[in-house]
C-alpha cells in the first residue's frame, strides 16, 4: 500500500468535492457522492466546473492502485465531510477494526465463495474492507442502512473501488432481501429501537422491558445466517450487564456458540462508556464443533507493536485450530 498514492487520490476527490460543495451549496458529503459519480460515469457532473472535474475525472484512475488504496483514500474524505457536519449515529467503522474483521473473516472464509451481509453498513467501509481483505473475488456482498446519504456514499465508495455489491435503504432490523448468509458482519447501532411493532418480530425485544437495537441486530443477524455461518459483530461492552434476566444468555445458547469475544483498548474510544468488543459467533448447525476453549482477550494498545504482534499470534493459532 502506497501512502503517497493514497494522499494522491484523497487529494483528486477531496478537490472535485470542494468545487462541487461551493458551486452547488450542499454538504461535503453529498458533493463527494457528486464528484465519485462524476468519476465512474467520466460525466462532468456540473457543465461550469468542465474544466477542473475534466482534469480530476481523467487522473483519478491510476496505474497499480488497488480498490483497497481507493477505500482508504475515500475513507479520509468520508471522515472529513463527517467532521463538518456531524450527525449523531452517523460514524464509520474506523480502519485498525476493519482490518481485524477483515482478517477474521478472511482466514476463517479461506479462499471459498461466500455470502456476506452487513445490516447497518453505514458507508460501506466496514464492508468494502473485508472484501479488500478477501482471498477470493466470489463474494455475494448485501448492506442495508436507513440514512439515505450514507447509502450514496457506501454506493459511490463501492462504485469507485469497483466491487459489486448489493445495497439496499432500509430498516436493517426488517426482513432484508438476501440469501443465507455466511458471515453476517456489522458495527452494530447502539441505543432504543423506536419501531415496537417490529421490535415484537424479536425474541430479544424485551430486555429490561425495552426494544435495544443492539440486541435485536444480533438475532437480526442469526435469522440471517446459513447453519454454521459466522456472525463477527463490534457490540458495546455493556451488553452483558444489561442483560439481567439472563434473555439475550439463554436465546444465544439455544441458537448459537459464542466462539471469542475481544475486548477493544479503552483508548479507541473517548468516553469508556462507549468502548466495544468485537464478538466471533457460529449459528448452530449439524456439524459445528464446540471449540475446546473460548477465545477472551483483553486487546493491548494497537500502538504497542509487541504485545499487539503476541495478540496477533494469539488469535491466529486460535482460528487456524478452529477453522481445521
Ligand atoms: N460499518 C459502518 C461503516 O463502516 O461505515 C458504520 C456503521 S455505524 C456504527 C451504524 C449504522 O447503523 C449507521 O450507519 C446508522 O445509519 C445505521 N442504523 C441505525 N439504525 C438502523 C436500522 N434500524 N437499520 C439499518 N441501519 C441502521
Same mark, same amino acid.
Given at each position: 500500500?502506497?501512502?503517497?498514492?493514497?494522499?494522491?487520490?484523497?487529494?483528486?476527490?477531496?478537490?472535485?468535492?470542494?468545487?462541487?460543495?461551493?458551486?452547488?451549496?450542499?454538504?461535503?458529503?453529498?458533493?463527494?457522492?457528486?464528484?465519485?459519480?462524476?468519476?465512474?460515469?467520466?460525466?462532468?457532473?456540473?457543465?461550469?466546473?468542465?474544466?477542473?472535474?475534466?482534469?480530476?475525472?481523467?487522473?483519478?484512475?491510476?496505474?497499480?492502485?488497488?480498490?483497497?488504496?481507493?477505500?482508504?483514500?475515500?475513507?479520509?474524505? *468520508?471522515?472529513?465531510?463527517?467532521? !463538518?457536519?456531524?450527525?449523531?449515529?452517523?460514524?464509520?467503522?474506523?480502519?485498525?477494526?476493519?482490518?481485524?474483521?477483515?482478517?477474521?473473516?478472511?482466514?476463517?472464509?479461506?479462499?471459498?465463495?461466500?455470502?456476506?451481509?452487513?445490516?447497518?453498513?453505514?458507508? !460501506?467501509?466496514?464492508?468494502?474492507? %473485508?472484501?479488500?481483505?478477501?482471498?477470493?473475488?466470489?463474494?455475494?456482498?448485501?448492506?442495508?442502512?436507513?440514512?439515505?446519504?450514507? %447509502?450514496?456514499? !457506501?454506493?459511490?465508495? +463501492?462504485?469507485?473501488?469497483?466491487?459489486?455489491?448489493?445495497?439496499?435503504?432500509?430498516?436493517?432490523?426488517?426482513?432484508?432481501?438476501?440469501?443465507?448468509?455466511?458471515?453476517?458482519?456489522?458495527?452494530?447501532?447502539?441505543?432504543?429501537?423506536?419501531?415496537?411493532?417490529?421490535?415484537?418480530?424479536?425474541?430479544?425485544?424485551? %430486555?429490561?422491558?425495552?426494544?435495544?437495537?443492539?440486541?435485536? @441486530?444480533?438475532?437480526?443477524?442469526?435469522?440471517?445466517?446459513?447453519? +454454521?455461518?459466522?456472525?463477527?459483530?463490534?457490540?458495546?461492552?455493556?451488553? @452483558?450487564?444489561?442483560?439481567?434476566?439472563?434473555?439475550?444468555?439463554?436465546?444465544?445458547?439455544?441458537?448459537?456458540?459464542?466462539?471469542?469475544?475481544?475486548?477493544?483498548?479503552?483508548?479507541?474510544?473517548?468516553?469508556?462508556?462507549?468502548?466495544?468488543?468485537? %464478538?466471533?459467533?457460529?449459528?448452530?448447525?449439524?456439524?459445528?464443533? *464446540?471449540?475446546?476453549?473460548?477465545?477472551?482477550?483483553?486487546?493491548?494498545?494497537?500502538?504497542?507493536?509487541?504485545?499487539?504482534?503476541?495478540?496477533?499470534?494469539?488469535?491466529?493459532?486460535?482460528?487456524?485450530?478452529?477453522?481445521?
Amino acid at each position: 500500500m502506497e501512502t503517497t498514492l493514497v494522499s494522491d487520490l484523497f487529494s483528486d476527490l477531496d478537490q472535485a468535492a470542494s468545487l462541487l460543495k461551493e458551486k452547488k451549496k450542499i454538504t461535503y458529503l453529498e458533493a463527494l457522492c457528486l464528484a465519485g459519480e462524476g468519476i465512474y460515469t467520466e460525466q462532468v457532473v456540473d457543465a461550469s466546473l468542465r474544466d477542473q472535474l475534466e482534469k480530476l475525472n481523467r487522473s483519478f484512475f491510476r496505474e497499480k492502485m488497488t480498490s483497497e488504496d481507493v477505500r482508504r483514500a475515500f475513507q479520509l474524505a *468520508v471522515l472529513k465531510g463527517m467532521k !463538518a457536519d456531524p450527525k449523531p449515529g452517523r460514524e464509520m467503522t474506523p480502519d485498525t477494526l476493519v482490518l481485524l474483521i477483515g482478517h477474521i473473516v478472511s482466514v476463517l472464509a479461506g479462499s471459498r465463495p461466500y455470502t456476506l451481509l452487513d445490516p447497518a453498513v453505514g458507508t !460501506a467501509n466496514l464492508l468494502t474492507g %473485508i472484501l479488500n481483505q478477501s482471498e477470493t473475488d466470489q463474494v455475494d456482498a448485501f448492506g442495508a442502512d436507513t440514512d439515505d446519504l450514507l %447509502i450514496k456514499v !457506501a454506493y459511490t465508495s +463501492a462504485n469507485l473501488q469497483q466491487k459489486d455489491v448489493h445495497l439496499l435503504h432500509q430498516d436493517g432490523l426488517k426482513p432484508i432481501p438476501c440469501d443465507p448468509a455466511d458471515f453476517v458482519v456489522c458495527d452494530v447501532p447502539v441505543g432504543y429501537y423506536p419501531d415496537q411493532e417490529s421490535a415484537e418480530q424479536y425474541a430479544l425485544n424485551g %430486555i429490561n422491558g425495552k426494544a435495544y437495537t443492539h440486541f435485536l @441486530f444480533i438475532e437480526q443477524g442469526l435469522n440471517h445466517l446459513k447453519e +454454521a455461518g459466522y456472525l463477527v459483530y463490534l457490540i458495546p461492552n455493556s451488553l @452483558f450487564t444489561e442483560d439481567k434476566d439472563r434473555l439475550f444468555h439463554d436465546y444465544v445458547k439455544k441458537s448459537a456458540i459464542i466462539l471469542a469475544l475481544l475486548q477493544l483498548p479503552a483508548g479507541l474510544f473517548q468516553d469508556a462508556k462507549n468502548a466495544k468488543s468485537i %464478538i466471533l459467533m457460529q449459528k448452530k448447525g449439524e456439524h459445528v464443533k *464446540v471449540p475446546k476453549q473460548t477465545l477472551l482477550a483483553e486487546m493491548p494498545d494497537f500502538m504497542e507493536e509487541d504485545k499487539m504482534t503476541a495478540f496477533m499470534a494469539q488469535l491466529n493459532d486460535w482460528l487456524a485450530e478452529h477453522s481445521a
